[in-house]
């Protein structure tokens, strides 16, 4: 009786050990393979393209010009220039009542024609001084004073014929004139009204040209040259953008796309924006220089847009790539697993998104985020990892732009 009991003791004691023992590596590799991520990896794309550096700014006027009265203390007795109105140079926009000073004007004419008489007088007396100097009959005294008086005359003449020429232009000032060509942006004044120091009357575009002042941070600043071509798209409302999105087979630069060049370049920093202010002139056909709507915009309105930068070399990897979160932009990049070999250790990695074009974004190749081009990235399905996850490659590609993506797009409003 005790043998079968000794064998049933050894039996599972080899039972037990035999538990005990270690699996197998493969057997520990397919374990850990079926409890990882597959993925594929992705290589980003470089290629050379025109940048593009997005900014917002107001539509203005080049050329502002404020038109007053060089005259205070008169009545307007006239507008003839209306909001809206082109103007030549010279033409008459408002008339001053001017009888004061017409009758001021007459006066000095009278006086202008008495300091004439006085100097013909004292001419004649001259003549006969001469005359009579020579036949010893005056003294030398005589001629002295008829020289005095002579001089005496001609200078009131001067000052009278200059008042004359005062009050003439005094009475020039009461017609109010374009000093330019261009449009009546505001006009501040009616009929009536009485004309104080520093009054404006009239607001006038010269030329009627407009302009985009842009806002460009100043760090974007040395991207930007005098000459670099622009891009700019007018806000509008949610009607009108509703209405364009219906209609697919008419793009937004065709509708309302401005063109322009940057002119000038600002010199100094906002300090609450940090901004730098970017000029840049719209173009416009010279046809059009009269039409109220040559440009499509008002002086004043809003408008985004993009600076057509020189071809750069651009980092781009499909949008796919990209995972978000607490707004930042980060990628995964697979590392290796010394502990189980065929597989991977996924790492975040936090990138700057410098453009979004279709599928594809650019990353930024300089910086505190600067991206390294040769680094694969998990393609898809990043939201679903965390640091230290452990992921199988099962297939890695070199990320190609497709045809179709538009190398630069619209600014979204």
């Known amino acids: ?151 005496s005359a001609q200078a009131q003449v001067e000052i009278a014929d200059a008042s004359k020429a005062a009050v003439a232009l005094r009475l020039s000032f009461t017609e109010i004139r374009a000093p330019q060509k261009g449009w009546i942006s505001t006009r501040s004044a009616q009929a009536g009204q009485l004309i104080t120091p520093a009054t404006t009357l009239f607001t006038l575009i010269e030329n009627g040209e407009l302009e985009w002042r842009a806002e460009v941070f100043e760090h974007d600043l040395t991207r930007i040259s005098v000459g670099t071509k622009v891009q700019l798209l007018p806000a509008q409302s949610g009607d009108q953008q509703n209405s364009q999105r219906k209609n697919s087979q008419q793009s937004e630069a065709g509708q309302s796309m401005l063109t322009g060049k940057v002119r000038s370049l600002g010199v100094e920093v906002d300090p609450a924006k940090r901004t730098v202010m970017v000029l840049v002139q719209l173009n416009r056909p010279a046809s059009q220089e009269q039409a109220p709507d040559a440009y499509g915009v008002q002086a004043g309105s809003y408008a985004s847009g993009q600076f057509i930068l020189k071809a750069e070399p651009i980092l781009t990897l499909p949008s796919a790539a990209i995972v978000e979160r607490d707004g930042y932009s980060y990628v995964y990049l697979a590392t290796a697993n010394s502990a189980a070999p065929g597989l991977s250790i996924a790492k975040s990695v936090q990138v700057e998104i410098v453009k979004r074009t279709g599928t594809r974004v650019a990353l930024a190749q300089s910086g505190s985020f600067a991206f390294d081009a040769s680094q694969s990235v998990v393609a898809s399905g990043g939201g679903f990892l965390v640091d230290g996850d452990r992921i199988q490659v099962v297939a890695e590609t070199q990320s190609t732009p497709t045809a179709s993506a538009p190398a630069i797009s619209a600014p979204k409003l």
């Open 1 to 151: 009786m005790r043998l079968p009991t000794i064998l049933l003791t050894f039996a599972a004691l080899l039972a037990l050990l035999s538990a005990c023992k270690p699996k197998p590596d493969t057997e520990v590799a397919e374990e850990s393979a079926s409890a990882s991520l597959r993925v594929s990896l992705v290589k980003p794309s470089l290629s050379a393209e025109p940048g593009s550096l997005n900014a917002n700014g107001m539509i203005a006027a080049r050329n502002l010009v404020l038109i007053g009265a060089e005259l205070s203390g008169i009545r307007i007795q006239s507008m003839y220039a209306e909001l809206g109105d082109w103007v030549q140079p010279g033409q008459i926009l408002a008339k001053l009542d001017d009888r004061v000073i017409q009758v001021e004007l007459r006066q000095a004419k009278a006086q202008l024609a008495q300091a004439k008489a006085s100097l013909a007088t004292a001419q004649a007396d001259a003549t006969r001084g001469a005359v009579l100097r020579k036949k010893g009959l005056v003294s030398e005294r005589d001629v002295e004073q008829i020289q005095a008086a002579l001089l």
